[in-house]
């Protein structure tokens, strides 16, 4: 019985680490099936052009990881909390902070504020990340 138990214990534990991990701070990624995920770092393969969302993290390595397709997100934007923010680094070395962005095909439709939008092409950046 106490072999059972523990066993129990251990499944509940393994299953709730990355739930737990996921609840945290992040980007949001909504599908259009009505889903969503969170993520601290976002990635896209050049050769199939689908996103690959880290969506656990220890010590700075991804532990989990989900794979979208671009054409089933909705929209992409930062948590709730106001310090929270997307970094989107470019080639060259100068970056953009938003709380929200879309895809447009082979670029990032980037929203700067209220009424301003900027289109960036996956090839001119170097990476995107969350940031406090």
């Known amino acids: ?3 059972k138990l523990t066993l129990i ?11 737990a ?3 945290g701070s992040g980007f949001v990624i ?3 099936n009505g889903s969503t995920i969170r993520g601290r770092t976002l990635s896209r393969d050049e050769a199939t052009g689908k996103l690959r969302l880290a969506m656990t993290e220890a010590g700075g390595q991804a532990n989990s ?11 992409i934007r930062s948590s709730a909390s106001e310090s929270d923010s997307i970094r989107i680094r470019l080639k060259g ?5 938003c709380k929200e962005f879309s895809l447009v095909g082979d670029a990032v439709a980037v929203k700067l504020g209220s009424a ?3 289109e ?3 090839s001119d950046i170097d990476s995107i990340s969350f940031a406090q």
Request: proline share 5%; aromatic share 4%.
């Open 120 to 122: 960036v092409r996956w």
């Open 30 to 32: 909504s599908l259009k």
């Open 65 to 75: 990881y989900a794979v979208i397709a671009p054409e089933d997100t909705t929209d």
């Open 93 to 97: 070395g100068s970056d953009l902070r």
């Open 116 to 118: 301003t939008k900027v």
């Open 21 to 23: 991990a996921q609840d």
């Open 9 to 19: 214990a251990v499944l509940a534990l393994v299953i709730a680490a990355p739930v």
């Open 1 to 3: 019985m106490k072999i």
